[in-house]
């Protein structure tokens, strides 16, 4: 996809100054990039995609297409969490295709088959980058269907970004593992407290963001996640002030096992979320 004039799409997206989170102190314990295979293309089912963010670095990604109804479905732009990669999300791509979802996953710098080396602050500005481009492949492939952006873990940060920059271009945003104040994490991954700019974290957080979005929300978080406790959710869910939210918590599931334990659950709730809010 061609590099946008524009990357604020609709005038709304904020950027801020993060390169204080850039620290290699900060970077060694945030991101924990693997180098994969191109996807391969299916037809009909699997899409690679490439988008071209700052100092023509490619970012990779891959769409996992609707069952049914392809043109009109629903579209999920995701930003996975920091120790995957989108082919980790070839199975579970397919899942959302039988709820009848075009589901498209993104790595990061650094990550996959994508070019760069990862930062807090190139992770922001990429996705800030990447979701005009991400609209116009939709329209230029004639899929009309709502979009939803979705983060997971660290991805939730991403697509708060996304969220609160184009407001008036998506319908919904899914936060799952989410989390609301980010130096709190990043001490917990490890990080030294007085590596971190005390006057940074209003900047970083996505407690602040959430108040901004006035999307359809739902949170799914794991009720014994022990790295983003349950609480961090709770917190985004209780920021947002949209009537049209909800939140789900798969009992006894922690960080990486919602999916194992919860699937049903997981996946009645997006399908019913997206459902709801394509109605209203």
């Not at 593992?177 to 407290?193: I, K, M, N, Q, W």
């Not at 590596?195 to 108040?211: F, I, P, Q, T, V």
């Not at 789900?248 to 996946?267: K, Q």
Request: with cysteine; hydrophobic share 40%; net charge negative.
């Amino acid at each position: 996809m061609r590099k946008p004039e524009d990357p604020s799409g609709d005038g709304g997206a904020e950027s801020c100054d993060l390169s204080f989170l850039d620290s290699p102190e900060v970077t060694r314990w945030v991101f924990h990039p693997r180098r994969t295979g191109p996807t391969p293309k299916v037809p009909g089912r699997l899409h690679p995609i490439t988008f071209i963010v700052d100092d023509m670095v490619n970012v990779d990604g891959a769409v996992h297409f609707a069952e049914r109804s392809v043109e009109d479905a629903p579209n999920i732009l995701f930003f996975h969490g920091n120790g995957e990669t989108v082919a980790d999300y070839r199975e579970m791509g397919s899942l959302y295709g039988r709820i009848g979802i075009n589901f498209a996953v993104i790595d990061y710098r650094g990550y996959g088959t994508s070019g760069g080396d990862p930062s807090y602050s190139a992770m922001m500005r990429d996705a800030v980058s990447i979701f005009p481009q991400y609209a116009d492949l939709l329209a230029y492939w004639g899929l009309s269907g709502p979009i939803f952006v979705m983060g997971r873990s660290l991805g939730s940060s991403p697509a708060l970004e996304v969220a609160v920059g184009f407001q008036k271009r998506i319908s919904g945003l899914i936060l799952e593992s989410g989390f609301a104040d980010t130096y709190r994490l990043l001490e917990r991954l490890g990080v030294d407290p007085q590596n971190l700019d005390a006057l940074g974290e209003r900047a970083a957080s996505n407690h602040e963001k959430m108040k901004k979005v006035m999307l359809p929300v739902l949170i799914i978080h794991g009720e014994g996640d022990e790295i983003i406790p349950l609480s961090e959710g709770v917190i985004l869910f209780e920021d947002q002030s949209c009537r049209e939210k909800e939140i789900l918590i798969i009992r006894r599931a922690g960080h990486n096992d919602l999916l194992i334990l919860g699937i049903d659950e997981y996946f009645n709730a997006i399908a019913r979320f997206v459902g709801r809010v394509r109605r209203l």
